[in-house]
């Protein structure tokens, strides 16, 4: 799996470091940080964190 997020569409809204917190995160500037290809085991929680995402920056591959 492998993840990629639109940075043009990412407001920081959060809902993804809420759904997957071993995947997304914030710096100290609120700049998103994530692992782009996560364990198969967090599948669950990246098709979640992608599904609250509210502008839909989260996209999956895999």
């Given at each position: 799996?492998k993840?990629?997020?639109?940075?043009?569409?990412?407001d920081?809204?959060?809902?993804?470091?809420?759904?997957?917190?071993?995947?997304?995160?914030?710096?100290?500037?609120?700049?998103?940080l994530?692992?782009?290809?996560?364990?198969?085991d967090l599948r669950?929680?990246?098709l979640?964190?992608?599904a609250?995402?509210?502008?839909?920056?989260i996209?999956?591959?895999?």
């Amino acid at each position: 799996m492998k993840i990629t997020v639109d940075r043009d569409l990412c407001d920081s809204h959060g809902q993804c470091v809420f759904a997957a917190p071993e995947v997304f995160s914030f710096d100290d500037d609120d700049y998103l940080l994530y692992t782009a290809e996560p364990g198969e085991d967090l599948r669950d929680s990246v098709l979640k964190a992608a599904a609250v995402c509210p502008v839909r920056a989260i996209r999956i591959e895999g």
